[in-house]
């Protein structure tokens, strides 16, 4: 019987670590698998972030680890079905980027959904409120 190695890391895996997949020489071995799987669904969650500014719309932090999705009109059924579970964001590519959602960093996330508001909100009108009219200054 033939060794197979993993296409990777060329280690040479058992045929109980070997992976075979529906394409011929796809062999992987578990943790090449995994860190491919990590690195997937990296470049999605990056890729749709991008899609919607790529930075949290309340604090404005750009922190790809801190992001996550939030309902606009928060009628919480996507949140609550989804959460912050990785498969949210092919959902929202299977989805075609739905328009009803917006980029919040955990923090805001959190905040919104056990006050109903984040703090930040109420800061960023006191401030704009503070700064004057607001308007263009030269
Ligand atoms: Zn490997
Ligand atoms: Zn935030
Ligand atoms: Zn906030």
Redesign the pocket.
Known sequence: MKIKQCRICLVKTGPHNVRNRTELQYHICNVCEDMEDKRRRKELKINVLNHYGGK?V??G?TTMEFLSMDHINGDGSIDRKLGMADHIWNWIKKNNYPESLQI??F??NMAKAHNGYCP?EMYYHLRRRRSGSGGPTN
Request: hydrophobic letters at 10%; aromatic letters at 0%; proline letters at 0%.
């Open positions: 949290c309340c604090c932090t919040l960093c923090n805001c930040h």
